[in-house]
C-alpha cells in the first residue's frame, strides 16, 4: 500500500514550456487535492477533484490546469510555466466511501520541487 | 470563506517544557480539525485530529482542545523532546461539495535541547 505517490520528485523549467505532475492513489479516496506550499508559507489550495470526471478551482488556480479521468489519478497541469510557480507542490486525498468519508484526514504525497527559470 | 488563523508564527521551549499552538476559524459550520507535523523537505503528517462533537483529545504526549463557541483550537505538546522540532499546521474542514480543508499558515517549533 503505497498511499499518495507523486511524480516527478523534482524538476527545473525555463519560462513559457509546459509539464504535467502526476499524483495517484491507492486507497480509493474519493477526494484528491493539489497544494503548492511557499518557503515559509502554509498550503494553498490549487484544485481539487470530489469524485472521477470531476474538477473544481480553490485558492489559487490561475495558470494552472487538472484533470481526474481515473479515480486513482489527479493530474496538475502547467501550460506556459512562470517564475512565480516555482514552488513545491502536493498533492493529497481523502475520503473512502467504504465507511463515513467525511471528515477525514488527508495524505499526502512526497511532493515535487518545481523550479522555473 | 473559511478563514484560519494560527499563533505564534515561531515558538522556542527548551527540552522538557510544554509547548501550545492556538489557531481560530471563522466558519461556523467548521467541523472537523486535524494538526499536521511537517519535518523539513518532508511531507506534512497527521499527528492528531478533533471533531465538533469532542472537547479535548490527548494521544501521549499531544492533545488537543476545541473550543466551538468561541471558535479556537489548540494543540497542546507535553515534555517536549528536540525531535518535536518541526512546522506545525492547523486545519479546518467542512463538508461542501466534497470535504475543504483551510490551513493555518504554520508555526514552527524549536526544542532546545
Known amino acids: 500500500n503505497a498511499g499518495v505517490t507523486q511524480t516527478p520528485k523534482f524538476r527545473v523549467l525555463k519560462t513559457g514550456q509546459s509539464m504535467t505532475l502526476l499524483c495517484a492513489q491507492d486507497m480509493n479516496h474519493e477526494y484528491m487535492y493539489w497544494y503548492r506550499q511557499d518557503p515559509g508559507m502554509g498550503l494553498r489550495l490549487i484544485h481539487y477533484?470530489?469524485?472521477?470526471?470531476?474538477?473544481a478551482k480553490g485558492e489559487v488556480p490561475d495558470g494552472y490546469n487538472v484533470s481526474r479521468l481515473k479515480k486513482q489519478n489527479f493530474l496538475l497541469g502547467l501550460e506556459s510555466a512562470a517564475p512565480s510557480q516555482t514552488s513545491v507542490y502536493f498533492c493529497?486525498?481523502?475520503?473512502?466511501?467504504?465507511?463515513?468519508?467525511?471528515?477525514?484526514?488527508?495524505?499526502f504525497g512526497d511532493g515535487t520541487r518545481l523550479s522555473i527559470l | 470563506g473559511e478563514n484560519v488563523e494560527q499563533h505564534p508564527s515561531t515558538l522556542s521551549v527548551q527540552e522538557g517544557d510544554s509547548a501550545v499552538i492556538k489557531c481560530t476559524y471563522s466558519d461556523s459550520a467548521s467541523n472537523y480539525f486535524p494538526w499536521y507535523k511537517q519535518e523539513l523537505g518532508k511531507r506534512p503528517q497527521l499527528i492528531i485530529d478533533i471533531r465538533s462533537n469532542v472537547g479535548e483529545k490527548k494521544d501521549q504526549r499531544i492533545a488537543v482542545t476545541l473550543n466551538k463557541t468561541a471558535k479556537h483550537f489548540s494543540l497542546h505538546i507535553t515534555e517536549t523532546q528536540p525531535e518535536d522540532s518541526a512546522v506545525y499546521f492547523c486545519?479546518?474542514?467542512?463538508?461542501?461539495?466534497?470535504?475543504?480543508?483551510?490551513f493555518g499558515p504554520g508555526t514552527r517549533l524549536s526544542v532546545l535541547p
Open positions: 493529497a486525498s481523502t475520503g473512502n466511501r467504504g465507511a463515513d468519508y467525511s471528515n477525514q484526514p488527508q495524505h
Open positions: 486545519a479546518a474542514s467542512r463538508e461542501n461539495y466534497g470535504q475543504n480543508f483551510v
Open positions: 477533484s470530489v469524485g472521477e470526471g470531476t474538477t
